[in-house]
């Protein structure tokens, strides 16, 4: 059984803060990884995404991902009140062609209060 | 830019109805999906499609099938809906290249069934 988990929230943060977004998975032959945000009665929409171990940065982001320990991550750095959105964490499907087929975490409420 | 539509945003049915959702894309994507979203279980996925008259089941397909006639057109459809078919549906598309996880979400359809 295929599954992302992701750390149980609400997060709360103030504003200025980081916050650390974490999520794991059970199939060691995943590729491809990636963060989805929604925000309150809205759709999600992909902010990031990373294929190698390490890190990824893009603006006050930065996905950090650790194939050995099947654990992937989401860094938001000076985190602001417009960043409070639901933080969904996706999975490709292990080996040949996914199609774009995503395993996606329950999800992480951030909220950022000033 | 992308756009996916869901034909209703609200919608409510009886049990033992059959059920149609409609979703249109306009970008030509190949990959077409719909999943589920409920509180603390993240999206589900039910059905994909990656061509025309093409369709895999995803995680939980029980219940549910799937039409796809025109490229554009990804239709699911509950055969005799039922009350934990409550949800929110959303449809998604995505091209069939490198980057197929990208998926574009529609605004999702809230099916009450009653």
């Known amino acids: 059984q295929k599954e992302v988990e992701q750390n149980s929230g609400p997060l709360s943060v103030p504003e200025g803060a980081i916050a650390s977004l974490n999520c794991t998975y059970s199939?060691?032959?995943?590729?491809?990884f990636f963060w989805y945000r929604q925000y309150s009665g809205k759709s999600p929409e992909l902010i990031m995404f990373?294929?190698?171990?390490g890190d990824k940065e893009d603006g006050r982001f930065t996905a950090q991902l650790n194939k050995a320990s099947q654990y992937v991550s989401l860094l938001i750095r000076d985190s602001q009140p417009s960043d409070s959105a639901t933080y969904l964490c996706?999975?490709?499907?292990?080996?040949?062609?996914?199609?774009?087929?995503?395993?996606f975490g329950q999800g992480t409420i951030l909220t950022v209060h000033p | 830019d992308v756009k996916v539509t869901q034909s209703s945003r609200y919608l409510v049915k009886r049990t033992g109805e059959k059920v149609f959702l409609e979703c249109v894309q306009d970008?030509?994507?190949?990959?077409m999906f719909w999943y589920r979203q409920d509180p603390g279980l993240g999206l589900r996925l039910i059905y994909f499609?990656?061509?025309?008259?093409?369709?895999e089941k995803g995680d939980i397909p029980e219940g549910y099938s799937v039409s796809r006639e025109k490229k554009e057109r990804f239709s699911l459809i509950l055969e005799s809906a039922s009350t934990n078919q409550t949800s929110m549906y959303l449809c998604?598309?995505?091209?069939?290249?490198?980057?197929?996880?990208?998926?574009?979400f529609g605004s999702g359809t809230q099916l009450s069934v009653l």
């Open positions: 998604a598309s995505s091209l069939q290249d490198r980057f197929n996880e990208k998926l574009f």
């Open positions: 199939d060691r032959g995943s590729q491809s």
């Open positions: 990373i294929y190698s171990n």
């Open positions: 996706a999975v490709s499907a292990a080996g040949g062609t996914s199609y774009g087929k995503l395993t």
């Open positions: 970008m030509d994507h190949e990959n």
């Open positions: 499609s990656y061509d025309v008259k093409m369709k």
